[in-house]
């Protein structure tokens, strides 16, 4: 089945600084979504990005899909501990239906 | 207001007992899924719904077991037959995926299953 390989698994950053996490696939995918799970909580859904090249913007959050659809990636500008979490890219195949398979996930710690 | 809910959010299940974790919904949504999260790690999909009276296997269903009798309410049996039946599992539901920015999964708050 698909499959969506995230990086880093784990990143730790003082408060202010930036954060980046990436997520890629062999295949073509037909749209990616993000979700953030608190510690201890459910994964809430962030937003989808279907288009090539498509860019959107949430406050400090910035989602990009690449031009070839295969790879996705968030950043956060000037981390805040509230960001503290776990990130979740989820990616729908071209054949999948509605099923998403979702990256493993990168936990991101903020030292305040 | 409308939602998803899990229950129970914490259950201890003897080995070699059958349980079943209840899942609900009234946001109306088409598919539900099944999902099994360990610690530290990301989420597998055990099984999903389309559509009422169908399901399909996820990537890891032996041991488990679903119905989907009514549109809002989509069940998991974890069976005996599951080797290590501890984790966290969550249920989301969803529109049919299209173009809108609104398909995103909504997920429950979760079961903590724990074999005792």
């Not at chain 1, 288009?51 to 910035?62: A, F, P």
């Not at chain 1, 981390?79 to 990616?91: P, S, W």
């Not at chain 2, 899924?33 to 790690?41: A, E, I, K, S």
């Not at chain 2, 249920?91 to 995103?104: R, V």
Request: charged share 20%; aromatic share 12%; glycine share 10%.
């Amino acid at each position: 089945g698909q499959q969506v390989m995230q990086i880093p698994q784990y990143q730790h950053v003082q408060e202010g600084e930036d954060f980046t996490t990436y997520c890629n696939s062999s295949t073509t995918l037909s749209n990616i979504q993000w979700y953030k799970q608190r510690p201890g909580g459910h994964p809430v859904f962030l937003i989808q990005l279907v288009k090539s090249g498509e860019v959107k913007k949430q406050k400090r959050l910035t989602f990009q899909f690449g031009e070839a659809k295969k790879n996705s990636s968030l950043h956060i500008t000037a981390t805040q501990t509230t960001d503290v979490g776990t990130y979740f890219c989820a990616a729908k195949g071209e054949t999948s239906g509605s099923r998403l398979t979702f990256g493993e996930g990168t936990q991101l710690t903020v030292n305040p | 207001d409308g939602g998803i809910t899990q229950s129970p959010k914490y259950l201890f299940r003897k080995e070699g007992q059958n349980v079943t974790l209840s899942c609900e919904q009234n946001l109306n949504h088409d598919a539900m899924y099944w999902y099994r999260q360990d610690p530290g790690q990301g989420l597998r999909l055990i099984y999903y719904s389309q559509i009422v009276n169908d399901f399909q296997k996820g990537d890891i269903a032996e041991g488990y077991s679903v119905s989907r009798e009514k549109k809002e309410s989509f069940p998991l049996t974890v069976t005996s037959a599951q080797k290590n039946p501890t984790a966290f599992y969550l249920c989301a539901s969803s529109f049919l995926q299209g173009l809108s920015a609104n398909y995103g999964y909504t997920f429950g708050s979760g079961t903590r299953l724990t074999v005792v």
